[in-house]
């Protein structure tokens, strides 16, 4: 059974760095683009970055543009968020996900798009 299961989350002040990781079982993830979603209490998902299957195309929300990057490790079947410069906006429940296309040409930020969902974990940043 596909699965995909983050960690990493946790409290951090503003300013500092959380690195967040995704391990995907069960499924040929490595051929798969990949993303990482949010969502804050009483707020919409929010698309935060997503990563193409072969690790070398990636596209950014603009909230998150140079201090955030993805990347991922397909011979650990594992994603990755590198978290910089964290502020207390970024505080939410981050979620990886795998896309629902094998070997898409480009990556997507649609939800919609994305098929496998982790648990989710928590990032709290404090100011």
């Known amino acids: 059974q596909a699965q995909l299961v983050e960690s990493g989350g946790g409290l951090v002040q503003a300013g500092g760095s959380l690195r967040l990781s995704c391990l995907a079982s069960?499924?040929?993830?490595?051929?798969?683009?990949m993303g990482w979603f949010r969502q804050a209490p009483g707020k919409d998902r929010e698309s935060v970055a997503a990563i193409n299957w072969r690790g070398e195309t990636t596209d950014y929300a603009d909230s998150v543009k140079g201090r955030f990057t993805i990347s991922r490790d397909n011979a650990e079947n594992t994603l990755y968020l590198q978290m910089n410069r964290l502020n207390p906006e970024d505080t939410a429940v981050y979620y990886c996900a795998a896309d629902s296309v094998v070997f898409r040409v480009g990556v997507t930020l649609r939800p919609e798009a994305y098929n496998y969902w982790g648990q989710g974990t928590q990032v709290t940043v404090a100011s």
């Open positions: 069960g499924r040929t993830f490595r051929n798969y683009g």
